[in-house]
């Protein structure tokens, strides 16, 4: 052998050593000229990106399966247009492992292993955007980030985003439209309160010619299941959403100029250098991969120093059933000591509780409440010039003055925290306004549950403040519509695989008045059935959750569901989907400690009964709360053997409950 041929060989061998070197940690990286491969830790998941014709595309596959094709990405901003005319100069692949906890969430601890690839690329000015992906074995988060200008430019405008997403053809949805600017009650939409659909055909026009907002849950036939959404948004970027599709491709839009009574831009002002949020891909072939997904917390930083504001817990809330003339001092005084008597950890107080009980008496209702270990939520509307709601407490939440002395006096009378209302909009003034919020609120000490209100975008682990959301179709249609009782059912079998997927969502579950008014003759009618109700409170995760129990119900209905109701955590350690499918039924299993609850409810009008196995219920004895005669409950004990066969019979709008002793 020569001395020139010994030397390839000898380059060969080392090559072929670092391949299988980056094989074992999981680093594969094919590159070609502007086309790269890179893989997830376990080699399942792919993405290529590619620079063809000066214009970058991403792709995504599972399995050596296209679930999502070349789809377009970038963005046109003030210091240069990034989404043709770009040419790949380098990139960078590496390991990302980090365990972090969570103290308010479905999970409590997370081992994030993903694969990092990094890519720069010009544009025919030289300008450089970075664009970074993270990808796991389930899920592919990217963002993208502009560095520091050589000429000492330090400000961007960002226009818009060239970034979409191409889905297969035969593809259907479960998503929600966006609601025109200025819409709804008071002019408070857009609020992510609209219906999703259900199996619809993309390319559908969606309801208000708007598009979407997150999070996207798409059925791909016999590939799987893929669900889109965003997180990392604080006051460094607008809440994006997803268009119209167009021949199977959604794209990223900014908020509409007339959201927010048309306060503030919406575009981005940004300093340099500037990251803006992660849209994250989850997919798989089966709907775990959606549920017990944690990408909207896997990329994104606590961003205060504080780790820990509240104690996750239940509360009563008057409101609901009892509408605002409840917001009474004698009435709230009612819903304390049901708060005591279920062992919830807070009472709600809403609306008009500043002219309906006032100051004064309203820190007498603290110290009533805290003799009775309850703590206190108050009510208040967002405000500023965005909202016409005539609901008060108002202009105490809009301004840092007019905010930081209102919470003072909050945590001089013991308020333990508060749900802020109305929002109406997407735009970067107004996720300033959150961020604002959530941390003056750190410093006072008092939890944050929004309403009226956009998607919590990584909030859980950025803010810990932040307790919960509305941002879905929540519990007062109930009420306010016999509609959205009718079809609740189905509606319930869709947010777990969708918006609960993503964040805490405080829908305000659990209900057992047989019509929904303090007048037992009035108002809209239940349609569920007991047990199903009680199954929402382990199907639903809210780190608080509002009960819609009434004082009423403790003497008409037994007491084994409220036994129920005073233990049931409302924060996880761990989350498992055992079966189920958007409309039709749902069986979810949360563990707190060592115990695990499971719910199970038939989101359909017909009886259905499902086989399914338990494997952490191997030798325990279990409680099981199910449908009885009529809406009315039964209670059964089980001792588990190692055989953990369990049929559910669920009735129509049934549903099921098995905790462990």
């Not at 999970?107 to 690839?117: D, F, I, Q, T, W």
């Not at 010039?385 to 013991?414: D, V």
Request: glycine content about 6%; proline content about 4%.
């Amino acid at each position: 052998m020569n001395l020139y041929k010994s030397k390839v060989y000898i380059f060969n061998l080392r090559f072929f050593a670092l391949l299988m070197l980056n094989f074992l940690l999981g680093l594969t990286c094919i590159h070609a000229q502007n086309k790269i491969v890179q893989r997830s830790p376990d080699q399942k998941l792919s993405l290529e990106l590619e620079i063809k014709e000066g214009k970058p595309t991403c792709q995504i596959s599972y399995n050596d399966k296209v679930f999502m094709d070349k789809s377009p990405l970038g963005l046109i901003t003030s210091v240069g247009d990034f989404t043709q005319g770009l040419k790949l100069k380098s990139y960078q692949v590496k390991q990302i492992k980090e365990r972090y906890n969570l103290s308010h969430s479905k999970v409590s601890s997370v081992n994030y292993n993903a694969n990092e690839l990094s890519c720069w690329l010009v544009n025919s000015k030289n300008d450089a955007i970075q664009i970074i992906f993270r990808i796991t074995n389930r899920d592919v988060a990217f963002s993208y980030h502009l560095p520091k200008r050589k000429n000492g430019e330090t400000d961007a405008t960002i226009e818009s985003e060239a970034t979409g997403f191409q889905l297969p053809d035969g593809s259907t949805t479960f998503i929600t439209p966006q609601a025109p600017a200025g819409s709804g009650w008071e002019n408070t939409k857009p609020s992510y309160e609209e219906a999703y659909t259900i199996e619809e055909p993309i390319n559908t026009k969606s309801k208000y010619g708007l598009g979407y907002t997150y999070p996207a849950l798409f059925h791909l036939g016999n590939l799987g299941w893929m669900m889109i959404s965003e997180t990392g948004v604080n006051q460094n970027y607008v809440g994006t959403r997803l268009s119209d599709s167009k021949d199977g491709l959604y794209k990223v839009s900014f908020p509409q100029s007339g959201e927010n009574k048309g306060v503030g831009a919406n575009t981005v002002t940004a300093k340099l250098p500037f990251q803006p949020s992660w849209k994250t891909i989850t997919l798989g072939t089966n709907l775990s991969a959606i549920v017990e997904s944690t990408a909207a917390t896997d990329v994104v930083k606590p961003l205060s120093a504080q780790t820990k504001i509240f104690n996750p817990g239940r509360a009563t809330w008057s409101w609901i059933v009892w509408q605002d003339a409840s917001c009474n001092y004698d009435d709230q005084v009612t819903f304390i000591d049901l708060a005591a008597t279920l062992n919830c950890e807070y009472i709600l107080i809403d609306a008009l509780w500043d002219t309906q009980i006032g100051r004064d008496k309203m820190a007498e209702l603290v110290k009533y409440a805290s003799k009775k270990n309850v703590g206190v939520l108050l009510w208040y509307n967002s405000n500023g010039s965005w909202n016409s709601a005539p609901q008060t407490p108002k202009n105490l939440m809009n301004t840092a003055e007019a905010r930081q002395n209102e919470m003072a006096w909050l945590q001089k009378i013991g308020v333990k925290g508060m749900k802020v209302d109305f929002f109406g909009g997407d735009k970067q003034v107004t996720m300033k306004l959150y961020h604002d919020i959530l941390m003056d609120a750190a410093k006072f000490g008092l939890s944050v549950n929004f309403h009226g209100t956009t998607l919590p975008r990584g909030w859980e682990r950025m803010y810990p403040a932040f307790a919960t959301s509305e941002s879905v179709m929540a519990s007062e249609n109930l009420v306010f519509e016999q509609s959205f009782a009718d079809r609740y059912a189905q509606t319930a079998t869709i947010y777990p695989f969708t918006r609960n997927a993503v964040a805490s969502m405080d829908f305000g579950p659990v209900f057992l008045n047989d019509r929904l008014n303090r007048d037992p003759k009035k108002g809209t009618i239940r349609k569920t059935t007991d047990a199903f109700e009680i199954a929402t409170g382990v199907l639903f995760f809210s780190a608080i959750q509002h009960w819609g129990i009434t004082p009423e119900n403790l003497k008409e209905k037994p007491s084994f569901l409220f036994d129920f109701l005073k233990v049931v955590p409302t924060v996880w350690d761990e989350t498992k989907l055992i079966d189920g499918y958007p409309g039709k039924f749902c069986i979810l299993a949360r563990r707190k400690g060592v115990k695990w609850y499971i719910a199970a409810v038939n989101g359909e009008n017909t009886a259905k009964k499902v086989k399914v196995t338990f494997p952490m219920l191997a030798g325990q004895n279990a409680i099981i709360i199910s449908d009885g005669i009529g809406k009315d409950a039964k209670l059964d004990t089980k001792k588990f053997d190692q055989n953990t066969m369990f049929e559910f019979d669920l009735a129509p709008n049934g549903g099921t409950v098995i905790y462990m002793k």
